[in-house]
């Protein structure tokens, strides 16, 4: 059974930095896309940004320019760099691996992590 382990959540003030990081444990053989969504009060479940397992990158509009992802394959770990937050940024932010191949030949889809809260006072 694969498992999404997130880290690096935390409350920061307005125009500050944080790092997330997302490591992906168990047995399994590759993994397709790797991205970041969050979840604010009140407000549907949004996707961040995500990158493809050849380095193509997508970001929500409202984060171009102020965040970053990246992975390293052999870590099997997704990082979100996030600079100048605002307080509008403050939401739990959950891993997510759109599929995963096992060691045994199948897949596994849509997986997630438990969610790091990020707090961004002003």
């Known amino acids: 059974q694969v498992q999404l382990v997130e880290s690096g959540g935390g409350l920061v003030q307005a125009g500050g930095s944080l790092r997330l990081s997302c490591a992906a444990s168990?047995?399994?053989?590759?993994?397709?896309?790797m991205g970041w969504y969050r979840q604010a009060p009140g407000k549907e479940r949004e996707l961040v940004a995500f990158?493809?397992?050849?380095?193509?990158?997508n970001y929500t509009d409202s984060v171009k320019g102020r965040f970053t992802i990246s992975r390293d394959n052999a870590k099997n770990t997704v990082y979100l760099q996030m600079n100048s937050l605002k307080p509008e940024d403050t939401a739990v932010y959950y891993c997510n691996v759109d599929r995963i191949k096992t060691v045994a030949g199948s897949y596994e889809s849509d997986i997630w992590g438990q969610g790091t809260q990020v707090t961004v006072s002003s």
């Open positions: 168990g047995s399994f053989f590759s993994i397709d896309a």
């Open positions: 990158m493809t397992s050849y380095g193509s990158t």
